[in-house]
Structures are given as C-alpha cells and as structure tokens.
C-alpha cells in the first residue's frame, strides 16, 4: 500500500511541477492551394522561458516559413489565429513539406550538376524557439496526407456499402405484400 501511496504522489508532482515536465509539440498540416499553400496547426506545452517564434526550416536551418504567435511567449500555447494558412510556396518548399523531401527529385526538381545531392535540403523542422532565438524545441514538419492503401480502403468500404444498399433495395422491390 506504501508504495502505491509513494507512486500516487510522485505522479501529482510530477503534474505539479512543470520543470518536470518535459516540452511536447503538437501539430497538423495540409497542403492545398493547388500545391502552393499550406495550412498548420500548431500547439505545444512547457517550454520555458516562452516560445516567441515558430519556423519551418529545411534541415540546413534555412527559413521556409514562419507562423505567428501571441505576445507575450507563453509557455503552453499555440499558434495566433489557430490554424494559419502560408501562400505562395514554391515547389521545392512543397516538397520539402509534403514528403519528407524524399521524393524532390522525383517532382521535377533538377539537381544541379555543380551542386551534389548530399548539399540539397532534404526534409522540413518545425522549430520553436525564445525571443532570444534560441531553439527550444524542434521536431520534422510533414502534412497529413494519407497513404494510398488508405485510399484503396475507403473506396472499396464505399463499394460494399453500395453494393448493400441495391441489394436490399432490389429484396425491398420483389418482397409479396403482406396484408
């Protein structure tokens, strides 16, 4: 029982203490726009001293985008407005975004012949960081773009359900009238 009771009160500490806690960042994106937007929805929790910016960075910590934030920093807080829409991207920017960078070369994307592949951004961050630009939290920025197998998914779940629907309206249509 003394140890359920010790473990209880480390748990509520832990809880109680946000130096304890470690940060944690939430967030969504979609693209859209005809491949030129994106929109994000970003949240995140016990940063100290206060996250004062959010950037997207390609991996070599070149800016893509920023979203706004509330002043002052707070540390559990989300973006303002929640969520914000970013026009005008470029393809690479996209690419980047969308899937992981892995495929960039596959968009039409050239590589250029002076520069090595290696030297090419290859992913996107999501970092948070204080007014002193310090990087408090980062983690990869992708969208939420289902796979295709989820795709195939729903449309084969919408074909049995309308396959069931013709054949009970079919046993509706030929059932005798009953008195």
């Given at each position: 029982m003394r140890k359920l009771l010790g473990?209880?009160?480390?748990?509520?500490?832990?809880c109680a203490i946000p130096a304890v806690q470690a940060g944690?960042?939430?967030?969504?994106?979609?693209?859209?726009?005809?491949?030129?937007?994106?929109t994000a929805f970003v949240e995140w929790q016990n940063f100290?001293?206060?996250?004062?910016?959010?950037?997207?960075e390609d991996n070599f910590g070149d800016p893509l985008f920023t979203?706004?934030?509330?002043?002052?920093?707070?540390?559990?807080?989300?973006?303002?407005?929640?969520?914000?829409?970013?026009?005008?991207?470029t393809a690479s920017q996209i690419?980047?975004?969308?899937?992981?960078?892995?495929?960039?070369?596959?968009q039409g994307l050239q590589q250029d012949a002076v520069q090595p592949l290696s030297e090419l951004p290859s992913f996107a961050n999501l970092v948070l960081e204080d007014q002193s630009s310090d990087v408090l939290g980062e983690t990869v920025f992708t969208t939420n773009t289902p796979e295709p197998a989820t795709?195939?998914?729903?449309?084969?779940?919408?074909?049995?359900?309308?396959?069931?629907?013709?054949?009970?309206?079919?046993?509706?249509a030929t059932a005798p009238a009953t008195k």
């Open positions: 473990f209880n009160i480390l748990a509520v500490l832990a944690s960042i939430t967030y969504s994106a979609t693209v859209g726009c005809d491949n030129t937007c994106v100290n001293p206060g996250v004062a910016f959010v950037l997207v979203l706004s934030t509330d002043f002052p920093p707070e540390t559990t807080g989300e973006i303002d407005p929640d969520p914000q829409t970013i026009v005008g991207l690419g980047l975004i969308e899937a992981g960078g892995s495929q960039l070369l596959g795709w195939m998914l729903t449309a084969f779940s919408l074909g049995l359900l309308f396959a069931f629907v013709l054949v009970r309206r079919r046993k509706l």
